[in-house]
């Protein structure tokens, strides 16, 4: 396979996915704020809460229209770019997207109408619930794209049919409900909730350095320091649990997080550190130019598998093979791929025996082909470092996301608390950290997404399928060209989509709600 195909093939996969995650964390999380403001609005009859969803509201429309736009293009390239991908698992993958699209797209579709024009047109009842059932439909969206990037990495409820050289599905309940897609789902909207409110509490802040709207500004932060502090302490949470997660179904993507490439007892969990850009995982280096350890001995061993003293395996080890300190045998790199090839051997044999219709050669490549299926990607692999992702990147980006969590901790509780002192407008530095925040909040967004894909690589399916199988076979020219208009294209709608923001922030709200010193 051509190198430069899968390379631009994933470069233009990148490209798409990184603005469309520009969107759609901003949409989720000004949706469940909308909801807030526009029950407050409900229960008290106050216009103020009215014109505080309004002016909300056309922010979450703008991104949720865009978002759209992208994600359906998104979702064309599985066809297009990753055709082999989506005939080997498209019966899989398939159908959390069909789903999707059907059912949760054609509720938000109905009912975003009702949000939208149904001001002072329906019951305030009525509008209210089409608000919690539209920002619901887009949650749902959200939860069934992520159960399929879940399978992805962690592929269940399948079965191979030889006949057909595809995987079936046989149990769309172990698909739909994961644990690795439970979780991937929490922490993805919880994170998307911290954005939401961080973009709501910067803007804010942005009207109090400025002393306009006022009281418009001190009610969006009310709402939004609590659900963003609710929100980041769940998502670090949520972060936990997935971090256990990859260490059971991923470790070589949980040794790249850390930059660990030899794993051991009481492992040590890197607070942060900088690589050495030339280390080789064979090579015997350390591989930090310096680092920080969290201060607590075995804390990596602890997160991981809830105990101290347990075994972490680094690069090395998942190369050789080690074993848990629960008993647990983990295959060599080596074992691996000889498995993959004898999947792989089976799978051919058994398609000669169904052309002569040997029933018992059939049944016996049957055999051998379900006991080595786990490992049937590794079969395309000719070297070790090809099963090992690149290690910077991930190790960077999750020490990033992580501080920045930590960092959205203590933004929000401090917030929060001089908010509801009174004395928030007068701490002008916090107000421009406010400000500051809305960036970071996106890097520690687009940061978790570089740490799942990336640290997955190089697989398209985990352990099954390698990229270098997934990609269509057409010429590289073209890819590049899609790249380049599509690079195009997403950066003018990036660019009007903050053009129309811009121009929503100076309006400010509505004029009406001005006039009573709002």
């Not at 670090?236 to 850390?258: D, I, R």
Request: charged letters at 15%.
């Amino acid at each position: 396979m051509d190198i430069a195909l899968i390379d631009w093939s994933r470069a233009q996969f990148a490209l798409t996915a990184m603005y469309h995650w520009v969107f759609v964390p901003l949409t989720l999380g000004l949706g469940l704020l909308m909801c807030i403001y526009s029950t407050y609005y409900y229960k008290t009859g106050d216009e103020k809460w009215k014109s505080t969803t309004r002016f909300w509201q056309k922010i979450f429309g703008v991104n949720f229209a865009v978002g759209l736009a992208t994600g359906l293009i998104l979702e064309f390239e599985f066809g297009t770019n990753w055709s082999n991908y989506s005939y080997f698992v498209g019966d899989i993958f398939g159908a959390p997207l069909a789903i999707e699209g059907i059912v949760a797209f054609f509720i938000e579709a109905t009912f975003f109408a009702v949000v939208f024009f149904g001001w002072d047109k329906v019951s305030k009842k009525f509008h209210l619930a089409s608000t919690w059932i539209a920002v619901f439909g887009a949650t749902l969206s959200a939860w069934w794209i992520l159960v399929a990037n879940a399978w992805m990495q962690y592929p269940v409820g399948m079965h191979f049919n030889p006949e057909t050289a595809r995987n079936e599905m046989v149990d769309f309940i172990a698909v739909a409900f994961s644990p690795v897609a439970v979780n991937k789902f929490l922490h993805t909207v919880l994170s998307s909730w911290v954005l939401g409110s961080a973009f709501v509490v910067g803007l804010s802040s942005w009207y109090l350095l400025r002393k306009k709207h006022v009281d418009f500004s001190i009610r969006s932060i009310k709402i939004a320091a609590i659900v963003g502090f609710a929100a980041i302490l769940l998502t670090v949470l949520t972060g936990h649990y997935s971090g256990q997660k990859v260490a059971t179904y991923q470790p070589m993507k949980l040794a790249a997080m850390e930059g660990l490439y030899n794993g051991s007892n009481k492992a040590d969990l890197v607070g942060f550190g900088i690589l050495k850009p030339d280390k080789l995982y064979d090579d015997g280096q350390d591989p930090f130019v310096f680092k920080i350890d969290v201060p607590i001995p075995g804390f990596l061993s602890f997160m991981s598998f809830n105990d101290f003293n347990s075994f972490v395996p680094g690069v090395q080890d998942i190369i050789d093979g080690y074993t848990l300190s629960d008993g647990t045998v983990h295959p060599s790199y080596k074992e691996k791929v000889l498995q993959g090839k004898a999947a792989q051997q089976a799978l051919r044999d058994y398609r000669q025996a169904l052309k002569a219709n040997d029933e018992e050669a059939k049944e016996t490549n049957m055999a051998v082909l379900d006991e080595n299926m786990k490992y049937f990607g590794y079969g395309f692999f000719d070297s070790p470092k090809e099963s090992i992702p690149p290690i910077a990147l991930t190790f960077y980006t999750f020490h990033i996301m992580v501080l920045l969590g930590f960092y959205f901790i203590a933004l929000f509780a401090l917030v929060w608390y001089l908010n509801r002192k009174g004395t928030l407008g007068k701490v002008k530095w916090l107000l421009w950290l406010g400000v500051l925040s809305i960036p970071l909040a996106y890097v520690a967004s687009q940061s978790g997404w570089i740490v799942a894909e990336v640290g997955r690589q190089p697989w398209s399916i985990q352990d099954v399928l390698p990229l270098s199988q997934s990609v269509s076979s057409i010429p590289v020219a073209n890819v590049k060209t899609t790249f380049f208009i599509f690079l195009t294209l997403f950066t003018i709608f990036l660019i009007a989509d903050i053009g129309i923001m811009i121009n929503i922030i100076r309006k400010g709200p509505k004029a009406e709600a001005e006039n009573n010193g709002y």
